[in-house]
Every structure is written in structure tokens, then in C-alpha cells.
């Protein structure tokens, strides 16, 4: 079983930056890929990025790519989301999820509570 928790939430003004962290716990944290997802109110939840095990392949969303980073501390057991640049539009719960496996998947049976990122003045 593995237990992950977000943090990093808040409110950002539009333009600016968040980072997203996401501590694991209850399972060897290089056993398995990673990623970040985010569901904003009346929308599906969609992918912002994936890791693998090692840090070494990363898969973005259409719609995050090139202003978002994702990356993984294995030792400390923690994964983290950078996103820049942004607008209102990005106004939703962000989650961390993990898979079961080494190498990134679609299914997702790990998932954290999420935090709240807001963008607005």
C-alpha cells in the first residue's frame, strides 16, 4: 500500500509560478511511476505529467508541456510539479497518483486528498 501526500497549494497570481510537492510513503519509492493529475470544478480530471521510476522518462499533457516540470527524489520519497506561466484556467485540485509499476502506465490505483491551487489577484 502506498500512501502519498500533496502540498504546496495556494493561491498564485496570474503569471507566476507554483511547485507541488507530494511525500510517499509505505512502499520502496523507485518501485514505481509517478504523476501529477488536476481536476478543476465541472471538468474531468486530466494528466499534467508522468514520471517513470528513475527520473528518466517524463510524459506531459498536451496542454502542460513546456511549462511544466516534473521530477522525483527517490531517496527523500518525494515528487514534485513546477508549473509556470500561470492563468486562471489553472485553477484546480492537483493529485498525485501512483501506479504499480516501474515505467509509466494509465492506471493509477495510488492517489493522494490533492491541493488546491487558485490563480487570481
Known amino acids: 500500500q502506498v500512501q502519498l501526500v500533496e502540498s504546496g497549494g495556494g493561491l498564485v497570481q496570474p503569471g507566476g509560478s507554483l511547485r507541488l510537492s507530494c511525500a510517499a510513503s509505505?512502499?520502496?519509492?523507485?518501485?514505481?511511476?509517478m504523476a501529477w493529475f488536476r481536476q478543476a470544478p465541472g471538468k474531468e480530471r486530466e494528466l499534467v505529467a508522468a514520471i517513470n521510476w528513475s527520473g528518466t522518462k517524463k510524459v506531459y499533457g498536451r496542454s502542460f508541456e513546456g511549462r511544466s516540470t516534473i521530477s522525483r527524489d527517490n531517496p527523500k520519497n518525494l515528487l514534485y510539479l513546477r508549473m509556470d506561466s500561470l492563468k486562471a484556467e489553472d485553477t484546480a485540485v492537483y493529485y498525485c497518483a501512483g501506479t504499480e509499476t516501474p515505467n509509466i502506465g494509465n492506471h493509477y490505483p495510488y492517489w493522494g486528498r490533492g491541493t488546491q491551487v487558485t490563480v487570481s489577484w
Open positions: 509505505g512502499r520502496p519509492f523507485d518501485d514505481y511511476a
